[in-house]
T-cell receptor, first 126, second 110 residues
Framework: DVQLLETGGGLAQPGGSVRLSCFIS????????MAWVRQAPGKGLQWVST???????YQPDSLKGRFTVSRDPAANTVSLQIDSLRVDDTATYFC????????????????????WGRGARVIVAS | QSVLTQPSSVSAFPGQSVTISCFGS????????VNWYQQFPGEAPRLLIE???TRTSGVSRRFSGSRSGTSASLAISGLQSEDEAIYHC???????????FGGGTTLTVL
C-alpha cells in the first residue's frame, strides 16, 4: 500500500524559505516519478515539479529558480525547498506519484498523478 | 489562471445526471489524454478517471469520461450526496512541457 506523508509546512515570511519533505512508503524512488503539486486556497491544482527515477528534474518555466527539489533514495524521501517566498506561494503542497507514458492505442501522451499525500500547508505572511 | 477551463460550479438533485466540461486547446486536450480527479474538502485529490474514460479501481460506473476535439467531459449519473466534491481535469501540455489542470468544478447535490 503506497503512503505519502508531507512534513514541514507552516507560517513563513515573505522573502524567507521553507523546506517540505515527503516520506514515501510502498514504492521506491528508483522506480517511480515523484511530483509536487500545489493548490492555493480556493483555487485549482498547479504542477510544481517532477523528479524522475534517475534524478532528472522537470519544472514549469514559470517556477524555475526559486523551487529546488532533491531526493534521498536511501531514506526514500523527496524534498521541496522554496526560496524568496512570496505571498502567492501560500498553498497546500501535495506530494504525488506521477505516471507518464504514451497512450496505448494512440500517439498522445498520458500523464496523471495516482497516489497523493495529504498535503502540507504553507502560509506566507508578514 | 488555469490552462484548462472548467465551470466553477454545477448542481443537480439526487438521482439526476450532471456533466462537467473541461476546455483546452491543440497543445493539450486535442492531442493528449485527459484525467479527472475528485477532491473532498480538506483532503487530497483522488484519481478518478485516467486516459479519457478509464475508471480507476473502486470508482463507481456512475462516473464516465469522454474526450473530443479540444474538450473533455465527466458525466455523473444517479447523483448521490456523497458525490459532492470538487472535480479537476488534467492533461499533458506539449507547449508547456508539463501537466496542466483546470480550475476545478464544485459539484453540489441539492
Amino acid at each position: 500500500d503506497v503512503q505519502l506523508l508531507e512534513t514541514g509546512g507552516g507560517l513563513a515570511q515573505p522573502g524567507g524559505s521553507v523546506r517540505l519533505s515527503c516520506f514515501i512508503s510502498g514504492l521506491s524512488l528508483h522506480d517511480h516519478r515523484m511530483a509536487w503539486v500545489r493548490q492555493a486556497p480556493g483555487k485549482g491544482l498547479q504542477w510544481v515539479s517532477t523528479i524522475s527515477p534517475g534524478g532528472t528534474l522537470y519544472q514549469p518555466d514559470s517556477l524555475k529558480g526559486r523551487f529546488t527539489v532533491s531526493r534521498d533514495p536511501a531514506a526514500n524521501t523527496v524534498s521541496l525547498q522554496i526560496d524568496s517566498l512570496r505571498v502567492d506561494d501560500t498553498a497546500t503542497y501535495f506530494c504525488a506519484r506521477a505516471q507518464h507514458s504514451y497512450c496505448p492505442t494512440a500517439t498522445c501522451q498520458l500523464y496523471y498523478f495516482d497516489n497523493w499525500g495529504r498535503g502540507a500547508r504553507v502560509i506566507v505572511a508578514s | 489562471q488555469s490552462v484548462l477551463t472548467q465551470p466553477s460550479s454545477v448542481s443537480a438533485f439526487p438521482g439526476q445526471s450532471v456533466t462537467i466540461s473541461c476546455f483546452g486547446s491543440s497543445s493539450n486536450i486535442a492531442n493528449n489524454a485527459v484525467n479527472w480527479y475528485q477532491q473532498f474538502p480538506g483532503e487530497a485529490p483522488r484519481l478518478l478517471i485516467e486516459y479519457d474514460d478509464t475508471r480507476t479501481s473502486g470508482v463507481s460506473r456512475r462516473f464516465s469520461g469522454s474526450r473530443s476535439g479540444t474538450s473533455a467531459s465527466l458525466a455523473i449519473s444517479g447523483l448521490q450526496s456523497e458525490d459532492e466534491a470538487i472535480y479537476h481535469c488534467g492533461a499533458w501540455d506539449e507547449s508547456l512541457h508539463g501537466p496542466v489542470f483546470g480550475g476545478g468544478t464544485t459539484l453540489t447535490v441539492l
